[in-house]
Protein backbone atom coordinates (compact mmCIF):
# COMPACT_ATOMS: atom_id res chain seq x y z
CA UNK A 1 0.00 0.00 0.00
CA UNK A 2 0.91 3.64 -0.77
CA UNK A 3 0.66 6.63 1.24
CA UNK A 4 -2.72 8.81 1.34
CA UNK A 5 -3.87 12.19 2.74
CA UNK A 6 -7.41 12.02 4.42
CA UNK A 7 -10.13 14.50 4.54
CA UNK A 8 -13.02 15.23 6.66
CA UNK A 9 -15.63 17.36 6.32
CA UNK A 10 -15.95 18.31 9.67
CA UNK A 11 -19.27 20.21 9.85
CA UNK A 12 -21.35 16.70 8.58
CA UNK A 13 -19.25 14.38 11.25
CA UNK A 14 -21.26 13.11 14.17
CA UNK A 15 -18.51 11.37 15.83
CA UNK A 16 -19.66 8.26 15.80
CA UNK A 17 -16.00 6.43 15.73
CA UNK A 18 -16.68 3.90 13.12
CA UNK A 19 -13.48 5.26 11.33
CA UNK A 20 -11.76 5.14 14.56
CA UNK A 21 -12.34 1.97 14.69
CA UNK A 22 -11.46 0.54 11.20
CA UNK A 23 -8.36 2.36 10.68
CA UNK A 24 -5.91 -0.54 10.94
CA UNK A 25 -2.94 2.18 11.80
CA UNK A 26 -4.98 3.94 14.35
CA UNK A 27 -4.18 7.10 13.29
CA UNK A 28 -8.08 8.78 12.91
CA UNK A 29 -9.14 9.97 16.78
CA UNK A 30 -12.16 12.70 17.73
CA UNK A 31 -11.11 16.18 17.98
CA UNK A 32 -12.14 16.40 21.92
CA UNK A 33 -10.83 20.45 21.40
CA UNK A 34 -13.48 20.84 18.34
CA UNK A 35 -17.35 21.12 18.41
CA UNK A 36 -19.10 21.59 15.08
CA UNK A 37 -22.43 23.62 14.14
CA UNK A 38 -24.27 20.25 15.45
CA UNK A 39 -22.70 19.92 18.39
CA UNK A 40 -20.66 16.94 17.87
CA UNK A 41 -16.92 16.18 18.14
CA UNK A 42 -15.59 15.66 14.59
CA UNK A 43 -12.88 12.58 14.25
CA UNK A 44 -9.65 13.63 12.76
CA UNK A 45 -6.26 12.40 11.87
CA UNK A 46 -3.61 12.48 14.15
CA UNK A 47 -0.29 11.38 11.61
CA UNK A 48 -1.22 12.11 8.07
CA UNK A 49 2.31 10.40 7.09
CA UNK A 50 1.17 6.63 8.69
CA UNK A 51 -1.87 6.94 6.40
CA UNK A 52 -1.68 3.74 4.13
CA UNK A 53 -4.67 4.71 2.26
CA UNK A 54 -6.60 1.81 2.64
CA UNK A 55 -9.51 3.56 2.33
CA UNK A 56 -11.07 1.81 5.08
CA UNK A 57 -12.26 5.12 7.07
CA UNK A 58 -14.52 6.01 3.76
CA UNK A 59 -15.69 3.04 2.88
CA UNK A 60 -17.40 2.59 6.53
CA UNK A 61 -18.31 6.33 6.97
CA UNK A 62 -21.85 6.60 6.97
CA UNK A 63 -22.24 10.29 6.52
CA UNK A 64 -19.31 10.52 3.30
CA UNK A 65 -17.53 12.66 5.58
CA UNK A 66 -14.49 10.98 4.32
CA UNK A 67 -12.31 10.73 1.70
CA UNK A 68 -8.88 9.89 0.84
CA UNK A 69 -6.43 10.12 -1.71
CA UNK A 70 -3.73 8.37 -2.69
CA UNK A 71 -0.47 9.60 -3.42
Do not use: W
Amino acid sequence: MGKGIVSFKEERCKGCQLCVKFCPVHIIALNKNKVNDKGYTPAGILNMDKCIACKNCETICPDLVISVEKI
